[in-house]
């Protein structure tokens, strides 16, 4: 298995949680929960990351696991 860096970013005005998965590519974005969004790359259709739309209402940093190891970092 393969290790990837994990790295979010908060918009506190956007109430918007962005996590990608390794490098960032160009991606599209489907919807599997009510503002929960999967990203997967245009071309190998891998799992690049999620977008959380409505952070706080939907429970903030309690809601969120990541499997480990996993390096992550945490911008604000």
Known sequence: MTRK???MFYDKEADTLE???GEPSA???DEVEND???AHDK???EL???KVFNFLKRGGMENIKILLPA???ISD
């Open 5 to 7: 860096e994990i790295s």
């Open 71 to 73: 390096k992550v970092n």
């Open 27 to 29: 991606s599209y974005f």
């Open 48 to 50: 690049k990351g999620y």
């Open 19 to 21: 996590i990608t998965i």
């Open 43 to 45: 071309e190998t259709n």
């Open 36 to 38: 929960l969004f999967e």
